[in-house]
């Protein structure tokens, strides 16, 4: 009773395992994933923090800014008023400084005006923060061509698995007529070995294929962070080659157009760097002596105003900084176009390589067609004890040749077309 139990149970199992629909992957999905998967997607989120941080900093210059100060000094030699007074005046003493003399200092500075430093600063940071991104999006987007070539590696593998099954299904049944044409003398058991020999190799074949298969999944599976196995099903993508656009709109444009706002940031932070700075100070001490020079005794004092500096200092190097700030302009304008060359000379090549797999494969279904009569009149011509086995399997490895090109051709397809999308990003 309980071994039928077992079986019972065991028997569910294996229904619901068949009923179940296979998982369905596609390459849109494949190439989500492993955006978010990818550890440099943590970057983004760490650009924009220090972005804020650097802000942040900036905006604290408007802040009173305090300095505290200590001094002591001894002086060679200090002021003296000699005073010539009439003989009918009694004599005028007037105190001396003391050679020693000290000074605690606490100031406070308030800037009123900084020539626009602070908001050349903070335009800066956004500019740098924001190439940063844009860098960042062109290393994700290189992420999708090995999506790209390892999801259709993984479609060709097992269009060629289906097929092999079937040469398998062919073979073996040739395999059971020629046992049958030996026990009738119309073979004899060399023929039955080439059959045999020919079933071996596809093994191999199956072997080397489901290896590769197993290593395209595997690595799929590391790319975009999730488990995936051969029983899932792979959905070819459906598309229009007619409609992928030839502009271009890759994010290495948007990165050059960040790169460029960046260098024109450096031009108002130089210009803010030559202007005059206006403050407000309030300074407060405690020395000797204090405010009042002749006074010999510690005293504290106060005072405040209004500071105007302007640092003469920058317009030494201003015109060899405006020279260097041009030569990054040139280095930009030559990287964008040099990229763009690139690109505009590995469109046509795409492009063609698309038409040629079209071409190829409006033959493809013809070529198999002529090779599928050939390989049955073969069939009948060993049956008919006219061919030999062996020239059967040269005609079995030929329809197979032909249908594992169509199947290639259409993979490459594929390939070509999802390659001229990545280079235009279309």
């Given at each position: 009773m309980r071994s039928k139990k077992i079986f019972l149970l065991m028997s569910l199992i294996c229904m619901n395992s068949v009923l179940l629909p296979a998982q369905i992957i596609t390459l849109s999905e494949m190439q989500q994933k492993a955006e978010a998967n990818y550890p440099a997607i943590a970057r983004y989120d760490i650009i924009e923090k220090t972005k804020e941080f ?255 500096s302007w640092n003469f200092a920058n317009l030494y190097t201003l015109q060899n900084d405006k020279k260097k700030i041009d030569l990054q302009q040139q280095t930009l304008k030559t990287q964008r176009e040099t990229f763009l060359q690139n690109l505009f000379m590995q469109i046509p090549l795409q492009q063609t390589e698309i038409e040629k797999y079209k071409k190829t494969m ?65």
């Open positions: 650097d802000l942040s900093n900036a905006n604290r210059a408007y802040l009173p800014q305090g300095t505290l100060s200590a001094q002591a000094t001894w002086q060679s030699d200090v002021t003296h008023l000699a005073v010539d007074l009439p003989e009918e005046m009694p004599p005028l003493t007037i105190p001396v400084p003391d050679q020693d003399q000290y000074r605690l200092l606490a100031e406070l500075n308030q800037l009123i005006w900084d020539g626009g430093n602070i908001s050349a600063q903070k335009r800066s940071l956004k500019a740098n923060a924001e190439v940063q991104k844009k860098q960042l999006d062109t290393e994700m987007y290189a992420l999708h061509e090995r999506v790209n070539n390892l999801y259709f590696g993984i479609l060709l593998m097992k269009s060629n698995l289906q097929q092999q099954t079937i040469l398998e299904n062919e073979l073996q049944r040739n395999y059971e007529n020629v046992a049958t044409y030996v026990k009738n003398g119309v073979a004899n058991e060399a023929d039955l070995s080439a059959v045999k020999v020919e079933q071996l190799k596809a093994g191999q074949q199956r072997i080397q294929l489901e290896a590769t298969l197993d290593a395209y999944i595997r690595m799929l599976s590391v790319l975009a962070g999730t488990s995936l196995n051969e029983e899932m099903t792979f959905v070819k993508p459906n598309l229009d080659d007619e409609l992928i656009s030839p502009i271009i709109n890759r994010p290495e444009l948007k990165m050059f157009n960040a790169q460029e706002q960046a260098i024109e940031t450096q031009e108002s932070l130089l210009k803010a760097k030559n202007m005059p700075r206006l403050g407000a100070f309030v300074q407060g001490g405690y020395a000797k002596p204090g405010l009042n020079m002749f006074d010999t005794e510690f005293s504290p004092y106060f005072l405040g105003g209004i500071r105007l409006l033959d493809d279904e013809e070529i198999i067609r002529h090779q599928t009569l050939i390989r049955k009149a073969a069939e009948v011509k060993v049956e008919n004890g006219t061919m030999t086995v062996s020239d059967l399997m040269k005609e079995i490895n030929s329809e197979e040749a032909a249908k594992q090109a169509k199947t290639l051709h259409e993979i490459q397809y594929l390939l070509s077309v999802y390659a001229l999308k990545h280079t235009t990003n279309n």
